[in-house]
Structures are given as C-alpha cells and as structure tokens.
C-alpha cells in the first residue's frame, strides 16, 4: 500500500497514511515525464556551396577540428540558379570556422 500524496510505502492493513491522513493506494501512478529544458543555439550561415558533396567536406573538417556543423538543403539562388547548401555553425565558432575554410583553400 502507498501513500499518493507523500509516496510512503506501508504494510498489508493500513488504510491512511500516518503523515498525510489520505487514504492509501494500492500502487501509484505512473510518474509524469520530466520536463527537459533545451538550450537555444544560434546557428548561422558561414558559407554556400553549390553542392551537397562540397559542403559535407567542409562540415568533416570542421567536425575534425571540434566544431559542430550543420547543413542547411537547398537554399534558392537569385535568379532561378541552382540551389545552394549553406554550412551553418555556432555563433560563437564563426572565427574558428573561417580560419580553417581559409586554410583549407590555401
């Protein structure tokens, strides 16, 4: 027997929980999902590739040296050109980010 209220288990026989006064349940309610809090991230377009291939590489190296990277599909060109990929990255990695796609391209 279980208390609802306070969650105390008791013995065969008791009917009220000896803190709360409640009458007891035979067993308690399934315990409700906890609610998780998630972080705002703010990603921002670094670059645009014209193909997905070009920008997974780039993505690689940066995953490579510890920076998170996510791809953006099919962003419209102006005009009606292909779309491009866009490599998205933390706000606060922008300057690492740059540095290694120079030094990639050197």
Known sequence: MFCPKCKA???EGFLKCA???VD???ELPPEP???TEYEYINLVNVRTY???IEA???KGMLSANGIDADIQDGLEAAGGADPTYGLLVKEEDID???K???EMNE
Do not use: A, F, K
Request: net charge negative.
């Open 33 to 35: 999902e906890q609610y």
């Open 96 to 98: 690492e980010t740059n």
């Open 56 to 58: 997974e590489l780039v």
């Open 9 to 11: 288990e008791y013995r």
């Open 19 to 21: 803190d709360c006064g």
């Open 24 to 26: 007891l349940v035979s």
């Open 50 to 52: 014209p193909s997905r």
């Open 100 to 102: 290694i796609i120079n």
